[in-house]
């Protein structure tokens, strides 16, 4: 079982649709959880972070946490074709060990006019 | 403009040459880190560093070098040993933020092509 884990996609939503990406982690100690958009040929963007459960919302971007089904994910409301890209999903796992991140392989969406 | 710079974008070198991927941050971040990113796959940690003078392995760290003698600089220098040197390679910079999260910020990257 992969660490962090993610449908590859492609995801395809029409323009003024709902995305929604989901990432299941396997150490139930997990304690932050990331999601970046990554645009072909450039470097991950950080989008938006959580670490408690339930709801966090900024702009179009919703995150949804649920620790207890090891279970993240994001809603993209009114899509735009701008959001086409890669998302990852990262999971910094329990305190210590520098703090590092575990990606997910990423989910690719695509957003048709 | 605080960010983190990589440099050069582009880097072509023949095998068995090492070769040393420059990373500069100015956010005054304590932790940084190295990323190799291959076509359709996610981000493997190759080395990090917490501090100044300090840094661990990450989970490919054969053929690869790091130092940290600056807080601002974190150079990795992939060497003639690393078997499959072409990649694209990120640096990331983290500090525990108002919320303790350690989120991590990218810099451009660097894609390396060896031949």
């Known amino acids: 079982q992969k660490e962090v884990e993610q449908n590859s996609g492609p995801l395809s939503v029409p323009e003024g649709a709902i995305a929604s990406l989901n990432c299941t982690y396997s150490?139930?100690?997990?304690?932050?959880f990331f999601w970046y958009r990554q645009y072909s040929g450039k470097s991950p963007e950080l989008i938006m972070f959580i670490y408690s459960n339930g709801d966090k919302e900024d702009g179009r971007f919703t995150a949804q946490l649920n620790k207890a089904s090891q279970y993240v994910s994001l809603l993209i409301r009114d899509s735009q074709p701008s959001d086409s890209a890669t998302y990852l999903c990262?999971?910094?796992?329990?305190?210590?060990?520098?703090?590092?991140?575990?990606f997910g392989t990423g989910t690719q969406l695509k957003v048709e006019l | 403009d605080g960010g983190i710079t990589q440099s050069p974008k582009y880097l072509f070198r023949k095998e068995g040459q090492n070769v040393t991927l420059s990373c500069e941050q100015n956010l005054n971040h304590d932790a940084m880190y190295w990323y190799r990113q291959d076509p359709g796959q996610g981000l493997r940690l190759i080395y990090y560093s917490q501090i100044v003078n300090d840094f661990q392995k990450g989970d490919i760290a054969e053929g690869y070098s790091v130092s940290r003698e600056k807080k601002e600089s974190f150079p990795l220098t992939v060497t003639s040993a690393q078997k499959n040197p072409t990649a694209f390679y990120l640096c990331?910079?983290?500090?525990?933020?108002?919320?303790?999260?350690?989120?991590?910020?990218f810099g451009p990257g660097t894609r390396l092509t060896v031949t």
């Open positions: 990331a910079s983290s500090t525990p933020g108002t919320s303790g999260g350690y989120e991590q910020y």
């Open positions: 150490d139930r100690g997990s304690q932050s």
């Open positions: 990262a999971v910094r796992k329990s305190a210590g060990g520098g703090n590092k991140l575990t």
